[in-house]
C-alpha cells in the first residue's frame, strides 16, 4: 500500500467515524418546554388532566385555551372541532412517569381514560402502560424513578435515525439511549424519541399539535436557526406570559421557540 493510498483511506476513515455536527450555542434550548394538544372543551380537558393524571393548573397564555403544568413542563390545551386522535400521526404520544404505575393507572381510567395496553414490563428499561384521553390524545404512562413527571415525546417518521440527527444538529441536547436500549435525544431530562412510520409517510399531527423547546434569548435561536437553514413558520410574537415562533423540521413537524416571561 503506498503512503498516498493510506492517507486516503485514513480520511475516509475519519469522515465515517466524525459525529454528528454539534448544534449551534445560539439554539440549544434551556429544557423541553410544551406540547399543544387539541380538545373540544379546553376548560373541561384541564379539569381532567388535573384529576386523572396529577397535573397543576396554570394560568392559559391566551383566551379560549387552558394550560396544566407537570413540573416545569407544560401541557397547552386549545379548542379543536372533531376528536381526531394522536395514534398513528407523527406525534404519536407523548410520556408521563409515576412512581406507582398501577394506582396511576387506575386513578386515570376511574377518571374516564382508555386503557389500551396494560401495565407490562419493557425488558431492561421500565414498566409502562397505555391510554387515550376523552379527546383521543395517546399517552404512554411508566414507572421511572429516574425522571418523574413529564417524561418523553415520541414521533412518528420515516426515518427516525435521520429525524434524532436533526434534532441533534439543530437544537442540540444529550444523544443517548434510554437505558441503553432505546436511542434518542434528552432535554434537560426530557426524552424525545422517534419510530419508524413504515413505507408510508405518518398523517400530520393533529390531536398533539406541536413540540416546544424554551430558551433564554428565543429571538436569537429564531434567527440562528433560519440562518443555519431551518424553515420557519411563524415569526416571532408576543402573549402576555411568553414570546414564540415556528420552525419546522423534515417530516412537516411543527417545533416551536420559546421564551417564557412568567414561570409556567
Known amino acids: 500500500m503506498t503512503s498516498r493510498f493510506a492517507l486516503l483511506v485514513g480520511l475516509a476513515i475519519s469522515v465515517l467515524a466524525a459525529p454528528a455536527q454539534a448544534a449551534d450555542p ?4 434551556i429544557t423541553y418546554d410544551n406540547v399543544h394538544i387539541r380538545v373540544l372543551d379546553p376548560a373541561q380537558a384541564a379539569e381532567w388532566y388535573v384529576k ?10 391566551a383566551a379560549g385555551t387552558a394550560q396544566v403544568t407537570f413540573g416545569d413542563q407544560v401541557i397547552t390545551i386549545t379548542k379543536g372541532e372533531t376528536i381526531v386522535g394522536s395514534l398513528g400521526t407523527k406525534i404519536d404520544h407523548f410520556g408521563l412517569s409515576y412512581r406507582d404505575l398501577d394506582a396511576a393507572v387506575k386513578t386515570a381510567e376511574t377518571a374516564g381514560a382508555k386503557v389500551t395496553s396494560a401495565p407490562q414490563m419493557s425488558p431492561g428499561i ?6 387515550e384521553d376523552p379527546w383521543g390524545v395517546r399517552i404512554e404512562m411508566v414507572e421511572d424513578a429516574q425522571r418523574l413527571g413529564f417524561h418523553h415525546v415520541h414521533l ?27 436511542d434518542g435525544m434528552r432535554y434537560d431530562g426530557v426524552w424525545l424519541f422517534a419510530m419508524p412510520s413504515g413505507a408510508a409517510a405518518a398523517p400530520a399531527p393533529s390531536a398533539i399539535m406541536l413540540i416546544a423547546f424554551r430558551y433564554a434569548d428565543m429571538d436569537t435561536a ?43
Open 26 to 29: 445560539l439554539t440549544r434550548p
Open 52 to 61: 386523572a393524571l396529577g397535573a397543576r393548573m396554570s394560568q392559559p397564555p
Open 126 to 131: 421500565f414498566r409502562y402502560a397505555y391510554i
Open 156 to 182: 412518528r417518521v420515516q426515518d427516525p435515525a435521520a429525524t434524532l440527527d436533526w434534532f441533534e444538529k439543530h437544537i442540540g441536547g444529550e444523544r443517548t439511549k434510554l437505558y441503553g436500549k432505546l
Open 222 to 264: 429564531f434567527t440562528a436557526l433560519k440562518s443555519n437553514g431551518v424553515k420557519p413558520s411563524a415569526e416571532p410574537r408576543d402573549l402576555p406570559a411568553l414570546r414564540y415562533g415556528f420552525v419546522e423540521e423534515p417530516n412537516g413537524i411543527r417545533v416551536e421557540i420559546v421564551k417564557r416571561n412568567t414561570k409556567p
